[in-house]
């Protein structure tokens, strides 16, 4: 018995192994691709609102490394207000429809509230990645706990104390769109 148990071969983890993963000679390329809206560069609740991307090329889309990316701009002038968001870029989308050759793939209504709601149950890590991808400090969790420094030498921040971003400010935001078809890991075709 014992012969059989020393005959096994050792198998390290994949979280530990460090090895580059096997090349394949039939991939002769790899570039980052950005689209931008359709339509215009500038959305607000009293201008255009619909936003529209189309995704197209000849080449392959990883669906894992898609991203929805914007600036988030508060355009107040008053000093006194500063946009405070308690959840993450995706919460400014009511809508998102999915479609290929005309055809609804994807649609979902209420896209900012499903989102949120599926984005609770992640990883506790998972969800800091997201918000470090995003505004940087989720409103909706206590931290710092009024010890520390704000990285601007602003006073600590908490839920109770959050600072959100000032009059006149901007920052750029992005996220993972919660869509089962980018959720799969299978590449996709752009030119279909």
Do not use: C
Request: aromatic letters at 10%; charged letters at 20%; glycine letters at 10%.
């Amino acid at each position: 018995m014992e012969s059989h148990a020393q005959a096994t071969e050792d198998y390290l983890i994949e979280g530990l192994s460090f090895k580059l993963a096997p090349g394949a000679s039939y991939v002769t390329n790899r570039r980052s691709v950005t689209f931008y809206p359709q339509g215009g560069n500038s959305y607000a609740p009293n201008g255009v609102k619909v936003i529209r991307l189309a995704l197209t090329g000849e080449g392959w889309l990883d669906p894992s490394t898609l991203r929805v990316m914007f600036d988030l701009n508060n355009i107040t002038t008053d000093t006194a207000k500063s946009l405070k968001t308690i959840s993450g870029p995706w919460s400014f989308f009511r809508r998102m429809r999915l479609m290929a050759g005309g055809t609804i793939i994807e649609d979902i209504d209420n896209y900012a509230r499903t989102h949120e709601m599926f984005h609770t149950l992640v990883s506790p890590v998972k969800r800091q990645n997201d918000t470090i991808e995003g505004f940087g400090i989720a409103g909706d969790i206590l931290r710092n706990r009024g010890t520390g420094a704000h990285p601007d030498g602003l006073p600590a921040q908490n839920g109770f104390n959050y600072f959100g971003m000032p009059a006149g400010s901007g920052r750029t935001v992005l996220f993972k769109p919660l869509s089962g078809l980018f959720a799969q890991n299978k590449y996709i075709p752009l030119k279909y």
